[in-house]
């Protein structure tokens, strides 16, 4: 009897250890990453500020604003993973980071991140008057004079989705499709959600050996 319970006591004991273990490493990767993201852009920058908030869907997310010299502010978010192959890769992370600031800057006043939708007709409104119309002016013209299909769909596995593609490939995956969360969640990032379908859409192209 003694023997059975202590079994899983130990074995209780050693799957708390392991997870105050991970807990702790994800801490120090959090710290690490958020100081990298404050060290990149205070080579640009001389007023930045920064937080971490945890998103339910996507995990940690870094949020960045810096000041411009009229004080106004502008505001950015990532997400962990992206910013972790950006450090690692050593492709000039600092200068990748800074960009987006400095393209949010064309436009004078400062830039926060949106309110989020409120409620269901906010949020189909935000979808239809602003991702899609975006969007599709935004695939249309990165490809132009190729013709591309653009517009929303739907995926058993993903809900409504958003999809672009090249009606001229007739052979294999010609269909670039991104949820449309992902898409809302880059817009209230301060993210230009059409970035991601242009990737998806140029890696296409790749694939069919026409870039």
């Given at each position: 009897?003694?023997?059975e319970?202590?079994?899983?006591?130990?074995?209780?004991s050693?799957?708390?250890?392991?997870?105050?273990?991970n807990?702790?490493?994800?801490?120090?990767?959090?710290?690490a990453?958020?100081?990298?993201g404050?060290?990149?852009?205070?080579?640009?920058?001389?007023?930045v500020a920064?937080?971490?908030v945890?998103?339910?869907?996507?995990?940690?997310?870094?949020?960045?604003?810096?000041?411009?010299?009229?004080?106004?502010v502008?505001?950015?978010?990532?997400?962990?993973?992206e910013?972790?192959?950006?450090?690692?890769?050593?492709?000039?992370?600092?200068?990748w980071l800074?960009?987006?600031?400095?393209?949010?800057?064309k436009q004078?006043?400062g830039?926060?991140?949106p309110?989020?939708p409120?409620g269901?007709?906010e949020?189909?409104?935000?979808?239809?008057?602003?991702?899609?119309?975006h969007?599709i002016?935004?695939?249309?013209?990165?490809?132009?004079p190729?013709?591309?299909?653009?517009?929303l769909?739907?995926?058993?596995?993903?809900?409504?989705?958003?999809?672009?593609?090249?009606?001229?490939?007739?052979d294999?995956?010609?269909?670039?499709?991104?949820p449309?969360?992902?898409?809302?969640?880059?817009?209230?990032?301060?993210?230009d959600?059409?970035?991601?379908?242009?990737?998806?859409l140029?890696?296409i192209?790749?694939?069919?050996?026409?870039?």
């Amino acid at each position: 009897m003694s023997k059975e319970t202590t079994e899983p006591e130990t074995q209780a004991s050693g799957n708390d250890n392991q997870t105050n273990d991970n807990n702790e490493k994800m801490v120090e990767l959090l710290k690490a990453v958020y100081h990298n993201g404050m060290t990149a852009l205070k080579m640009f920058f001389e007023e930045v500020a920064g937080q971490i908030v945890n998103q339910e869907r996507y995990g940690p997310i870094f949020v960045f604003q810096v000041r411009d010299a009229s004080k106004n502010v502008y505001a950015c978010g990532f997400f962990l993973q992206e910013l972790i192959q950006r450090f690692q890769s050593g492709n000039d992370p600092a200068q990748w980071l800074s960009s987006f600031f400095f393209e949010m800057m064309k436009q004078e006043g400062g830039k926060g991140l949106p309110n989020p939708p409120s409620g269901e007709e906010e949020t189909k409104a935000l979808i239809d008057k602003t991702l899609v119309p975006h969007c599709i002016a935004a695939v249309r013209e990165e490809f132009a004079p190729e013709q591309v299909h653009a517009g929303l769909g739907f995926v058993p596995e993903h809900g409504p989705v958003f999809e672009a593609g090249f009606p001229s490939i007739k052979d294999g995956n010609n269909v670039c499709a991104i949820p449309l969360h992902v898409l809302i969640t880059h817009h209230l990032l301060n993210r230009d959600p059409a970035e991601i379908l242009i990737q998806g859409l140029y890696n296409i192209r790749e694939q069919h050996g026409l870039e």
